[in-house]
């Protein structure tokens, strides 16, 4: 059964760089995407970006500027990078399994599942 | 981008009763649509995928429907459990989600 387990800084100031690692236990690494996704105290969830195995990412065009998501796979490792937080960053950050299945439709078909424990980041000066 | 509209936001049933909850999106998305339910301090957990298909260890309780733009999760009989947040998604697009209470 696969588990992810993510880490990383849990406190940062306005204008640093967020990092987060998630690691992929028990399971195939290859032949998947992975995802960041994250959500504010008290809202809903926002889609970050994903990455497979080869490195290839999407990235979701309101934050694709700041966000760089990169692989590891002799770890089973994946990481998120997003820069020049602000207080508007301060989320849940989570990782996920990105079932992507390929449809004829250009609208696309995809679950995420299973999800990361979830990290707390906080952007404070 | 693909819009999706939760209703309602809040839905306060008691344990025992039929939960319908509905997630609406701005164009058609075929069958491509999945739920999730979250718990306070947990992350999401999948239910439904493909609209209808419930996932792996998930309650015959709960199931899905629709196509196209209107899709359904229903909760034949709600347990105290399944109190919780519900989301859809469609591929890179979540909606804001409904809060299932107990009344």
């Known amino acids: 059964q696969v588990q992810l387990q993510q880490w990383g800084a849990g406190l940062l100031k306005p204008s640093e760089t967020l990092s987060l690692t998630c690691a992929v236990y028990g399971g195939s690494f290859s032949g998947y995407y992975w995802s960041w996704i994250r959500q504010p105290p008290g809202k809903g969830l926002e889609w970050i970006g994903e990455i497979n195995h080869s490195g290839s990412t999407n990235y979701n065009p309101s934050l694709k500027s700041r966000v760089t998501i990169s692989v590891d796979t002799s770890k089973n490792q994946f990481s998120l990078k997003l820069s020049s937080v602000t207080a508007a960053d301060t989320a849940v950050y989570y990782c996920?399994?990105?079932?992507?299945?390929?449809?004829?439709?250009?609208?696309?078909?995809?679950?995420?599942?299973?999800w990361g424990q979830g990290t707390l980041v906080t952007v404070s000066s | 981008e693909i819009v999706l509209t939760q209703s309602p936001a809040t839905l306060s049933l008691s344990p025992g009763e039929r939960a319908t909850l509905s997630c609406r999106a701005s164009q058609s998305v075929s069958s491509y649509l999945a739920w999730y339910q979250q718990k306070p301090g947990q992350a999401p957990r999948l239910l439904i995928y493909d609209a209808s298909n419930r996932a792996t260890g998930i309650p015959a309780r709960f199931s899905g429907s629709g196509s196209g733009t209107d899709f359904t999760l229903t909760i034949s009989s709600l347990e105290p459990e399944d109190f919780a947040v519900y989301y859809c998604q469609q591929r890179s697009n979540f909606g804001q989600g409904t809060r299932l209470e107990i009344k």
């Open positions: 996920a399994r990105d079932w992507i299945v390929v449809v004829p439709a250009a609208i696309g078909n995809n679950w995420f599942d299973p």
